[in-house]
């Protein structure tokens, strides 16, 4: 039994290290993070709360949120290696249920839409990542391994995977799907590296540019075939076609974009108009 405890509370500390680089040492772990604090304290009314102690279980539930800023019903039932960065102001209600390697930022609620008995509160699965300020409201489900933007407002289901952001919240990014080959060598060719950035993020520029590419991939398919057409039918003029160059663009050194020559009828240089003062 105490050999199970400890190793409990060893994954605790362990799961701050690993999703927290300020962690610097077990001591301050155990000392100066609130999360873990709450969770500890959750996890013994938790106990009191299914042997039918709920006077009791209420009032250790009030004085970890007196010690930590942080409310959870004991109610609530929370997986292992729950995170709670910085935890002030996150509430989590009394049907709310936790998958196992969660995290959760300040501000954060699971809450209810509903004053009626029952299921009242979310269901967050494994590896799921909760902003900083969202509320997440209602007896849903937010899937496997998805991602709720910082003050988003999620009123419905989240399928796994998937983030999302805004309010009310929708998705923006499911599952990423293997990344298109051709779409890949025109993106080399270009400089541009579009799933470094939409795998991380969102980004609806991203999303711009690769909706470009494909219109480029496909262009350039089309050439080819008319170039191939052209020599079939007449190689004399086919000869004279120079071959299609490959796309790419020419990195902008900094230093050289303020001697850039001034524009025709005296205007500035390149460079230094007025939008681009110092601040």
Same mark, same amino acid.
Request: aromatic share 4%.
């Given at each position: 039994?105490?050999?199970?405890?400890?190793?409990?509370?060893r994954?605790?500390?362990?799961?701050?290290?690993?999703?927290?680089?300020?962690a610097?040492?077990?001591?301050?772990?155990?000392l100066?993070?609130?999360?873990?604090?709450?969770?500890?304290?959750?996890?013994?009314?938790?106990?009191?709360?299914?042997?039918?102690?709920?006077?009791?279980?209420?009032?250790?539930?009030?004085?970890?949120?007196w010690?930590?800023?942080i409310?959870?019903?004991?109610? &609530?039932?929370?997986?292992r290696?729950?995170?709670?960065?910085h935890?002030?102001?996150?509430?989590?209600?009394?049907?709310?249920?936790?998958?196992?390697?969660?995290?959760?930022?300040?501000?954060?609620?699971?809450?209810?839409?509903?004053?009626?008995?029952?299921?009242?509160?979310?269901?967050?699965?494994a590896?799921?990542?909760?902003?900083?300020?969202?509320?997440?409201?209602?007896?849903?489900?937010?899937?496997?391994?998805a991602?709720?933007?910082s003050? &988003?407002?999620?009123?419905? &289901?989240?399928?796994?995977?998937?983030?999302?952001?805004?309010?009310?919240?929708?998705?923006?990014?499911?599952?990423?799907?293997?990344?298109?080959?051709?779409?890949?060598?025109?993106?080399?060719?270009?400089?541009?590296?579009?799933?470094?950035?939409?795998?991380?993020?969102?980004?609806?520029?991203?999303?711009?540019?690769?909706?470009?590419?494909?219109?480029?991939?496909?262009?350039?398919?089309?050439?080819?075939?008319?170039?191939?057409?052209?020599?079939?039918?007449?190689?004399?003029?086919?000869?004279?076609?120079?071959?299609?160059?490959?796309?790419?663009?020419?990195?902008v050194?900094?230093a050289?974009?303020?001697?850039?020559?001034?524009?025709?009828?005296?205007?500035?240089?390149?460079?230094?108009?007025?939008?681009?003062?110092g601040?």
């Open positions: 039994m105490i050999g199970r405890i400890r190793q409990r509370l994954e605790e500390i362990d799961c701050v290290f690993e999703r927290d680089p300020a610097r040492s077990r001591l301050e772990v155990m100066a993070y609130p999360g873990l604090h709450a969770v500890l304290l959750h996890r013994l009314s938790h106990r009191l709360w299914q042997a039918r102690r709920y006077v009791l279980a209420r009032w250790l539930s009030h004085v970890g949120r010690l930590t800023g409310e959870i019903h004991p109610g &609530a039932r929370i997986g290696r729950l995170f709670i960065d935890g002030l102001g996150v509430v989590i209600g009394e049907t709310t249920e936790i998958g196992d390697d969660c995290t959760i930022y300040q501000g954060v609620t699971l809450g209810g839409t509903s004053w009626k008995p029952g299921k009242r509160h979310p269901t967050l699965e590896g799921v990542i909760v902003g900083a300020g969202a509320k997440v409201l209602g007896p849903f489900t937010v899937g496997r391994g991602r709720i933007g003050n &988003a407002v999620v009123v419905k &289901a989240v399928p796994a995977g998937a983030t999302v952001v805004g309010i009310p919240a929708r998705v923006v990014q499911r599952v990423a799907a293997p990344p298109d080959a051709e779409r890949q060598a025109i993106a080399r060719q270009m400089g541009f590296d579009a799933y470094g950035l939409t795998q991380e993020m969102p980004d609806p520029v991203a999303q711009a540019i690769n909706g470009i590419l494909d219109h480029v991939h496909l262009m350039d398919q089309r050439l080819q075939a008319q170039a191939a057409l052209l020599r079939e039918l007449a190689p004399e003029a086919a000869a004279a076609v120079p071959p299609l160059a490959r796309c790419e663009v020419a990195p050194d900094s050289d974009q303020g001697e850039a020559p001034a524009a025709d009828g005296g205007g500035t240089a390149a460079g230094e108009g007025p939008g681009r003062g601040r």
